[in-house]
């Protein structure tokens, strides 16, 4: 063997070596983020390990990172603030903004809500005045029961906008690091 391809098998061996000692270190950051009930993101396992985004994703890694996200999916955990990369998060003005829509669309649901409150009460008035109470009671009955079916329906809807709501969260973060990711690779070439 010569000096040179001597050279080359030690610069191969110390990078095999840094590219395992980087994979390691990323699947402690793993397991000290399920440990801590930490949301696991690619970015973020890659950022607290110290590595590349190119590597959270590469074989090997991605397979347990994602079968941690489906299990903190399955367990409802929460992404955090210092989750959101920066350039996701929202301006103060723009919550003021989204607060002061949010109160006047309350406000104007508020006067919507009493006017029907105030048309049903009209209309049950006159239909009191027209049928007798057997007749009423299976009405009442009946509109319970739509009551309850609407809040069930209300509670799913709500709980899908949640689920939706992390999805978005989490391709927000899956493409943000795959933009780091590119453009680390377009610096490269």
Not at 14 to 19: G, I, M, P, Y
Not at 103 to 125: A, D, F, S
Request: hydrophobic share 35%; proline share 2%; glycine share 4%.
């Amino acid at each position: 063997m010569t000096a040179r391809e001597a050279r080359a098998a030690a610069l191969k061996a110390a990078r095999e070596r840094d590219s395992q000692n980087k994979r390691r270190r990323a699947l402690e950051v793993l397991d000290s983020l399920q440990r801590t009930g930490t949301k696991i993101t690619f970015a973020r396992v890659a950022k607290e390990a110290g590595v590349s985004n190119w590597l959270a994703y590469s074989p090997g890694l991605r397979e347990p990172i994602e079968a941690a996200r489906r299990r903190q999916e399955e367990l409802g955990i929460e992404a955090t603030a210092d989750v959101v990369p920066p350039q996701s998060r929202v301006s103060n003005a723009s919550l003021k903004t989204d607060l002061a829509l949010a109160q006047q669309q309350i406000k104007e649901l508020r006067e919507e809500r009493n006017r029907l409150r105030e048309r049903l009460r009209l209309q049950l008035g006159t239909e009191l005045s027209y049928t007798d109470t057997s007749e009423l009671a299976g009405r009442v009955d009946e509109m319970s029961r739509a009551n309850v079916a609407l809040t069930k329906e209300l509670q799913q809807a709500q709980a899908d906008n949640k689920a939706l709501r992390a999805t978005i969260q989490d391709l927000e973060d899956d493409l943000t690091a795959t933009r780091q990711s590119l453009r680390k690779m377009m610096r490269s070439t």
